[in-house]
């Protein structure tokens, strides 16, 4: 992949956190309104995103083979990841190395992944890489729920069945994957408003980072350790393993490309709404260190996307 193009792309989509950032420094809006935007995301933006790409493309007997191999390698990447994360030297019970740990798992694989495809995949494959991506987005949610949470908190008290199975993530997936097995498509007034609703997901979710990073002391992001080490583990590990991991299997270029940039996109919200839910108000260096690590991350990947995308 080009380079410059590629970066362009990046830049147009994180260029939607400069409104964000200057609606907080010009008093505007505050940053207790990160909160509603949060919840739009959330309740809303999410689930249709999540509509959208399982809908985007028709269902084949192909497309679910690879569906499945996309999970199995997507689940496989993240573990390793995850299990890394376990290994790194230091105090297991630290809260900060641990929530680090989790940062370098979790990516932003529906927000900025989708548009990311959309934007650098060719038009024909673009549908059917989209549909992965909606795959990969239900591995991170389970793994999230699950080992995430247990990595984050170090408590198995706080994995619930209920929040697994019944979170917004899932129920879209409960809902739109039987209409994607049975080929059904939305009516077309319904689908254009699920699809300008999840759409809505990128700038939404940029005007509140810019947001966030304005109400963020630069000078704490910057400084924190382990919000440089998770942007280490995600930003270049994950995707490099990915890359390892495709050039030894005989998968479809577009696969491999799907794959190798979902592993690319930067830390997922997830780590800092678990982070402020789950973790004791004890605890506010881990808080800060899972905001730290998302905004790091989505600052460093403008680089690291384009420098890696080029190994294609």
Not at 206 to 219: D, E, S, V
């Amino acid at each position: 992949m080009n380079v410059l193009d590629t970066a362009i792309r990046v830049l147009s989509m994180m260029a939607y956190a400069i409104p964000g950032f200057l609606f907080v420094k010009t008093k505007t809006l505050s940053p207790a309104q990160i909160a509603p935007f949060s919840k739009v995301l959330v309740y809303l933006c999410q689930p249709c995103l999540e509509v959208y790409a399982f809908l985007s493309t028709d269902c084949t007997p192909a497309l679910l083979t690879q569906m499945g191999w996309f999970f199995l390698l997507c689940t496989g990447v993240q573990l390793v990841v995850l299990g890394v994360a376990c290994l790194l030297p230091g105090d297991r019970r630290e809260t900060c190395r641990r929530v680090s740990g989790a940062a370098m798992v979790f990516g932003n694989v529906g927000f900025i992944g989708i548009p990311l495809l959309e934007a650098l995949l060719p038009p024909e494959v673009a549908p059917d890489a989209v549909a992965l991506s909606a795959v990969f987005a239900l591995s991170m949610n389970l793994l999230a729920w699950t080992a995430g949470l247990f990595l984050m908190t170090g408590e198995k008290k706080h994995i619930r069945m209920k929040g697994l199975l019944l979170n917004p993530a899932m129920l879209a997936f409960y809902l739109a994957f039987p209409l994607f097995l049975m080929g059904v498509k939305l009516p077309e007034a319904l689908d254009t408003t699920v699809s300008l609703a999840g759409k809505m997901s990128t700038p939404l979710c940029m005007i509140a980072l810019g947001m966030r990073l304005a109400a963020t002391p630069f000078r704490r992001i910057v400084t924190d350790k382990f919000a440089w080490l998770s942007c280490l583990g995600k930003l270049v590990f994950m995707p490099l393993l990915a890359l390892v991991c495709l050039k030894l299997l005989p998968f479809e270029p577009y696969f491999n490309a799907t794959l190798f940039l979902l592993c690319c996109c930067p830390t997922a919200a997830v780590v800092q709404n678990f982070s402020e839910i789950y973790l004791p108000e004890s605890q506010t260096a881990g808080k800060h260190t899972a905001a730290d690590a998302i905004l790091l991350s989505n600052l460093l990947c403008m680089l690291s996307i384009p420098l890696l995308a080029a190994l294609l």
